[in-house]
């Protein structure tokens, strides 16, 4: 078994692609209201009729090379981000920080110094 990505329901697919094209520097595949950012396995679709809930239970989490060139990227670029937790190194040895999306979505970059990325 093996993920494909994440789709997020939401009542404003629109708002929420922008929102993550700046995240993301990629440019989502649109059709209809349904937008797709193939590089990070995530889409966001209105199939109509959803009601975002303020809860969330899950966090998205993304590797970056260089996490506080991420972070002071995403501050200058959408200066009204909220992050939720600023950069430190957590009790289980990950380098991240925590922002949510416009739905109140929890999204972690993760510093992974790695080539591949």
Not at 51 to 71: A, C, G, Q, T
Request: hydrophobic share 40%.
């Amino acid at each position: 078994m093996q993920l494909s990505g994440v789709c997020i329901l939401t009542d404003d697919a629109p708002g929420l692609a922008a929102f993550y094209e700046l995240v993301f520097r990629e440019a989502p595949v649109a059709e209809g209201n349904h937008y797709g950012f193939n590089g990070a396995q995530l889409a966001v679709y209105d199939p109509g009729g959803v009601r975002v809930v303020p809860d969330k239970n899950m966090s998205l989490m993304y590797y970056v090379p260089d996490l506080m060139r991420e972070y002071e990227r995403l501050l200058r670029e959408l200066p009204q981000i909220n992050i939720t937790s600023p950069p430190e190194r957590r009790p289980w040895g990950a380098f991240s920080f925590w922002f949510t999306d416009p739905d109140g979505n929890t999204v972690s970059f993760i510093e992974k110094k790695d080539e591949t990325l």
